[in-house]
Structures are given as C-alpha cells and as structure tokens.
C-alpha cells in the first residue's frame, strides 16, 4: 500500500532562516506530487505541483521553492523565512495525468506545522 | 487561480440528523470534483469523488450531488455523528490541479 510521510511534524524557525521541507512517497511509481499550505481556519493553498523528476510548476509567487531530485521525494525550501510563512505545509500525491482522464484521488501527508517567530 | 468557495463556514446539527454541506465552484470546465475530511491537526482525507458527467454518487453514509448547470456541489452525511466533527472541503480539479474551498466545519452535537 501506498504510505507518504512528512518531516519534522512541527518546526519554529525565525525570520530570515533557511527552510527544508522533506516529502517521500511509498508504494508507488512516477506519482504527482503536490504542496499545499494552510493558514489557520483558511483552505489549501497550492503551492507547487510536480509530475516528474526535476518537473515543478509553482502557483503562486512567493519566496519558497521545491525541488523533486528523485521520483518519490519532494522538497519544499526557502533561502530566508518571512513571517508570513507560518502555516500548516501539507504534501500530497495522486496518480492523475494531466492528459488522460483518471483517478484524481489525492492522498495527503501528517504536514508540518511550520511556525516563524 | 480558481474559485472554490462555501456557502457556510460552520454547520451545526443534531447526532443522528442529516447533514448537508454545500460548494459553489466557478470554472465550468473542471471535470472532477472531490470532497475531503479534515480532522483538526491532521492532513485532508478522501470521502468521496464525482466526474463531471455524473450528478450525484452516493458512498457509505455519504452523496454527492453535482448541479453544472449552477456550479453548484453538495455534501450530504446521513445519520452524522459525532465522529463526522470536522472540517469539510470541496476540490475542483482542472488540468491536474487542484483548486480547494476554504472549508465547511461540521459540529454535531450530542
């Protein structure tokens, strides 16, 4: 079965430090990988989507990057952490093609609460 | 991105009553729509899906209805209880991205 896991469950980390963010998946090949950010009482945000190795499209603009250096892991940084980076950081995965109709189910990490101070 | 909102941002019933959670969307185009659970501190879970070619799908104690013609997708939980205490969220999918609302919380009340 598929499992995805997220690292570290919670971080603080002040103004200006550098952030990684580590996302692996198991139990399956060449998923679409996903982050998401959550501000407290608001929806998901999507952040960056990837549906292949070294293959990331960002949605928003922002200070945050990802990288995907492998198939099942994705990495979600920041050079210099802003206040307004706090939130709840989730990955996700879904087996969708961008060009067949398919399952969309996606399947959602524990996220990391991320809180700058 | 897209707009994906809710008509209620909290939703209170009775145990044992049924439970009807609403989503307006906004691009006519999508063709999937899914509905996630989240409990408080803890990552979205699936509940239910619907393509766009279908009106309504019904699961274990859960449907979903979907009305194009107004944007229009609907939650119901039949016999909520208490352990249906959450945050709902609705997810339009175009092209492979997901756009999410903001959610509906469900409190039920004992």
């Known amino acids: 079965s598929q499992t995805i896991h997220q690292w570290p469950a919670t971080l603080v980390q002040p103004v200006g430090s550098p952030l990684s963010l580590e996302c692996t998946v198991e139990g399956t090949s060449n998923p679409n990988l996903y982050w998401y950010r959550q501000a407290a009482g608001r929806g998901l945000q999507l952040l960056f989507y990837?549906?292949?190795?070294?293959?990331i499209s960002s949605e928003v603009p922002q200070n945050l990057s990802a990288s995907r250096p492998q198939d099942r892991q994705f990495i979600l940084s920041s050079k210099k952490l802003l206040l307004s980076d706090s939130g709840f950081y989730l990955c996700?995965?879904?087996?969708?093609?961008?060009?067949?109709?398919?399952?969309?189910?996606?399947?959602f990490g524990p996220g990391t609460r991320l809180t700058v101070t | 991105g897209e707009s994906v909102g809710l008509h209620l941002p909290t939703l209170s019933v009775q145990e044992g009553d049924n439970s009807i959670i609403n989503c307006a969307y906004s691009n006519s185009a999508s063709d999937y729509f899914i509905w996630y659970k989240q409990e408080s501190g803890k990552g979205p879970q699936f509940i239910i899906d619907i393509r766009s070619n279908m009106d309504k799908r019904q699961g274990q104690r859960v449907t979903v209805l979907l009305n194009k013609t107004v944007k229009h997708l609907s939650l119901q939980i039949a016999a909520t209880q208490p352990g249906d205490s959450a945050v709902y969220f609705c997810a339009e999918i175009n092209f492979n991205k997901f756009y999410f609302g903001s959610g509906t919380k469900l409190n039920v009340k004992p």
């Open positions: 996700a995965w879904g087996t969708g093609s961008p060009i067949l109709i398919s399952s969309y189910e996606q399947y």
């Open positions: 990837s549906v292949g190795i070294g293959q």
